[in-house]
Nanobody, 121 residues
């Protein structure tokens, strides 16, 4: 059984920084696309940043220049460094990954449990 384990998040003042990390646990053969979505109260879940296995990266316009996504393929871990945080960045952040398990023949999409990021003074 594959699970995505997130860490990081918390409360930070406007202009501050936070970092998130996420890695799959279980019997994993390969990890393809990885990334982060977020969902604020009363809003739809939206893409924050995504990174492919070949390090092709996509950011939401609202976070360009402030957030940085990266991955460590040896650890199958994806990171999100968030700088210059704004109150509107407040949301639950969800990690996702396309994972090929040892008992699978195709990649499947998995989601983390979500971690709260609150930007407030």
């Amino acid at each position: 059984q594959v699970q995505l384990v997130e860490s990081g998040g918390g409360l930070v003042q406007p202009g501050g920084s936070l970092s998130l990390s996420c890695a799959p646990s279980g019997s994993i053969r390969s990890v393809n696309d990885m990334g982060w979505y977020r969902q604020a109260p009363g809003k739809q879940r939206e893409l924050v940043a995504a990174i492919t296995s070949t390090d092709s990266i996509n950011y939401a316009d609202s976070v360009k220049g402030r957030f940085t996504i990266s991955r460590d393929n040896a650890k199958n871990t994806v990171y999100l460094q968030m700088n210059s945080l704004k109150p509107e960045d407040t949301a639950v952040y969800y990690c996702y990954a396309k994972v090929l398990g040892w008992d699978s023949v195709r990649f499947s999409e998995y989601w983390g449990q979500g971690t709260q990021v609150t930007v407030s003074s």
